[in-house]
Each structure stands twice: as C-alpha cells, then as structure tokens.
C-alpha cells in the first residue's frame, strides 16, 4: 500500500520569510495530493491540492510542486505571516473510486515575530 | 465545520468499556471516513463507508467496528475499550466524481481517553 513520509516534523521561520515541507509517496498510481492546515483544537483544513497531470499549482503565497518521476511533492509557503503558525499535512491517494487518503506525519510550523 | 458534526468531544472512559462515536453529515456526500490521529503517525485510516450498508477496513481496524444505516450518520464503535485507544477521532466526508476529486472535509474531532 501506499506510504508517505513528510519532512521536517517542525520547522520555525521568521515572519516574512519563506517556508517548505517536502514529502514522498511510494506508489507511483497515487494520482492526487492534497495538503491540509491544522490548527489548535480543529480539524485539519483543505488548503490546496494537485493532480498528477500537473507538475505546479499556485494559490496566493501557497504553491505546492509535484515531480512524480521522482515521487515526491512539496507546499512552499511564501511571506509568512503569523497566522501561518500550525501542522500541515501532506496526503496522496492512489484509489479513485474510495478516495482513501494516506496521510504523512505532519510537520508542526511556526512563524517567529 | 459546516455540514459535519462530530458527537461527543470529549470522553473519558474506562478500559473494557464499550464506546461509540458518532459522525453526523448535511452534505449527503456518499464517502465517510473515521481517521485516528496520534503523534508522530499523522492521520491514519480505522475505516470508511462508500455508501449506506457499505464498510471496508483501513490500515488500522484492529478493535473497531463502524456501521452506517443512513446516508447522514456513521458511527464507529470500540466493542471493548483499550489504552492504546486513546488518540483524538476524525471524521471525514467526500464526494468522489469521475474526474474530479475534491478534498476531504474534517469534522472537528472527538478526543477520547481510556484509563
């Protein structure tokens, strides 16, 4: 089955500054790759995804890059601002029919003032 | 979260009790999943539902149960409480269309202890 590492497990930056979470997947049929917000006492929260057919996708100061030859994909988060500050997680799924997302270890971010 | 709630919030139980969780969704989407989330091990999938009546196990079903008897409400059940149980419950919710796969959408979890 498929399996996802995440890198770094925390990672702190200074405001303004620029941050990256990698992570890799080990089955080459995962075809979608989500990357979700969790902040403190919440559910985690869809924040942007991307589909195998593209290799970059951008929202705001949000982009997340895809390389599937080497199976690994990575959300960039640019002119980071305080409220930037919680766990991120990367997903892939490989099944099309039930969606079942793999979920990586998370990665703790925070944004130093 | 809008259109997904997640009952109770808390709960602090005792071992070999039994305990049902309970997921209730207003969307009418037909995939439902329960996460556990744990540190250090992210999200990890007890089980889903790909329609009313329709289960399957994911990577972590040892010691749960789920059942879903109406679109709108999926519960997972620990038959007998243990303390390797104790993690926060997620409940999720999809709609998968052909070539269009929208994200998950969270409840905002259950946070159960077992002592």
């Known amino acids: 089955g498929e399996n996802v590492e995440q890198h770094p497990s925390t990672l702190s930056v200074q405001e303004g500054d620029s941050a990256v979470i990698k992570c890799t997947y080990s089955d080459s049929a995962s075809n979608y790759f989500p990357w979700y917000k969790q902040e403190l006492g919440k559910g985690p929260q869809l924040i942007i995804d991307i589909r195998s057919n593209v290799g970059e996708k951008k929202d705001q100061r949000i982009a997340v890059t895809l390389n599937k030859t080497a199976k690994h994909f990575s959300l960039h988060i640019t002119e980071t601002q305080p409220e930037d500050s919680a766990v991120y997680f990367c997903a892939a799924s490989s099944n099309w029919g039930a969606q079942k997302l793999v979920f990586g270890q998370g990665t703790r971010l925070t944004i130093n003032p | 979260d809008a259109g997904i709630t997640q009952s109770p919030r808390h709960k602090v139980t005792e071992t070999g009790t039994p305990v049902t969780l309970r997921c209730h969704q207003t969307e009418n989407h037909r995939y439902m999943y329960w996460y556990r989330q744990d540190p250090g091990h992210g999200l990890r999938l007890i089980h889903y539902?790909?329609?009313?009546?329709?289960?399957d196990k994911g990577e972590v079903s040892d010691g749960y149960s789920v059942s879903r008897s109406k679109t709108e409400d999926f519960l997972l059940t620990l038959e007998s409480a243990t303390s390797s149980q104790t993690s926060v419950y997620f409940c999720?919710?999809?709609?998968?269309?052909?070539?269009?796969?929208?994200?998950?959408?969270f409840g905002s979890g259950t946070r159960l202890t077992v002592v």
């Open positions: 539902s790909y329609g009313v009546k329709d289960t």
């Open positions: 999720a919710i999809s709609e998968s269309l052909t070539e269009y796969i929208p994200g998950y959408t």
